[in-house]
């Protein structure tokens, strides 16, 4: 089985070396967890590590605070951009109007650019912000699911971020997007520490265990030799 590697420092020797080639990975926690943060590092490292194109579309953030949140730890993404290893796009959703229709036509400027650059990697940050643009819980779940089903067509290894409440068993916002993807990397965050569980991942042999992370200058690592206990984990 093909292996994509994330690039996260500490992570991959827990995932028997990366996510499996094509699949869809939720990475949800609380606020300050380190989530974005690992999601970013996905597509940086990828193109810089292994060469892999990859295309980080934020649905709520605005890409000045991204692009200043990856250069604060000396990432140089401007000659990955210009080599076409790395796009970063903002989905536009006006929520005065019908929200469908714009997430058809976002979905095909996501394909268009995926297809541009020949995005191998694929990340959505974060699904949590559906729910600005439709109250109704039914039609949000929807939404979710065929957002979610649309992008594995792309043929893309991806990731997408969810914000919970941080509790152990917060697996998904809205209880659809842990049920569509085929893995769950779930993070916590207890101040002052940071933990990372692999809830799931197909055809992988990986970690049952908390294991610590911090961020540092350099981005997220992961201590893959050191667990922490459940108990050390409740809702802060």
């Avoid at 295309?55 to 890409?63: A, G, Y």
């Avoid at 796009?89 to 541009?116: A, C, G, N």
């Avoid at 020949?118 to 990340?123: G, N």
């Avoid at 207890?190 to 265990?209: D, E, M, N, V």
Wanted: net charge neutral; aromatic share 10%; with cysteine.
């Amino acid at each position: 089985m093909q292996r994509i590697p994330t690039g996260v420092i500490g992570f991959d020797e827990l995932i028997q070396g990366g996510i499996p080639k094509g699949a869809t990975v939720l990475v949800p926690g609380g606020s300050g967890s380190g989530k974005t943060l690992f999601a970013t590092t996905y597509i940086y490292e990828g193109a810089r590590k292994f060469s892999d194109p990859g295309l980080f579309v934020t649905v709520e953030d605005n890409l000045k605070n991204i692009v200043w949140n990856m250069e604060n730890f000396g990432w140089d993404i401007k000659s990955l951009e210009q080599k076409n290893l790395m796009k970063i796009y903002r989905m536009h959703i006006d929520p005065r109007k019908p929200v469908e229709p714009q997430i058809d036509k976002e979905l095909d400027i996501i394909t268009s650019m995926v297809k541009d650059i020949s995005a191998v990697r694929l990340t959505v940050d974060s699904t949590t912000a559906f729910a600005a643009w439709l109250s109704d819980q039914g039609k949000l779940r929807n939404l979710l699911f065929r957002f979610s089903d649309y992008l594995k067509d792309l043929d893309c290894t991806t990731m997408l971020t969810s914000e919970t409440a941080g509790g152990p068993r917060d697996f998904s916002a809205y209880g659809v997007e842990e049920f569509v993807v085929d893995g769950i990397f779930a993070m916590y965050f207890i101040p002052p520490h940071r933990s990372i569980f692999i809830r799931k991942l197909r055809g992988t042999k990986h970690s049952l265990a908390v294991h610590p992370c911090s961020i540092t200058s350099n981005g997220i690592e992961v201590n893959p030799k050191d667990e922490v206990m459940w108990s050390a984990i409740k809702q802060y």
